[in-house]
């Protein structure tokens, strides 16, 4: 399954579920931002790549359905409701994710 994780500026919090999940068996990752000053920024290639795309906040979404919507299924796009409030790896964020992501997966293959 690939999984593309996004936030504003891909410093944090996307990167930080990147790297946790491109080590998991069955799954491949990806990150990028938003923001026009992202370090990786979001583009057509990544949003046709990904079976789901998992967003830290609402406007993330609103974002990508703005500049992006006849690529992107809504029904893929998940919100974690994650604030831009945790560093890179943080042991917090880690345990947000860990907890998160599998129900969030859990629920896209029951859709499926």
């Known amino acids: 399954m690939n999984l593309l994780f996004i936030?504003?500026?891909n410093k944090w919090r996307s990167p930080t579920a990147e790297n946790l999940w491109r080590r998991k068996p069955g799954f491949n990752a990806r990150s990028a931002g938003t923001a026009?000053?992202?370090r990786r920024?979001?583009?057509e290639a990544d949003l046709?790549?990904?079976?789901?795309?998992i967003v830290m906040e609402p406007k993330h979404r609103q974002q990508i359905l703005q500049q992006f919507g006849s690529l992107v299924n809504k029904a893929k796009i998940y919100i974690l409701d994650i604030p831009d409030d945790y560093s890179f790896m943080d042991p917090e964020l880690i345990e947000i994710f860990e907890t998160a992501i599998p129900s969030v997966i859990d629920s896209a293959k029951a859709q499926v």
């Open 7 to 9: 936030c504003s500026r």
């Open 36 to 38: 026009a000053s992202a």
């Open 41 to 43: 920024k979001i583009n």
């Open 48 to 53: 046709t790549w990904a079976d789901l795309i």
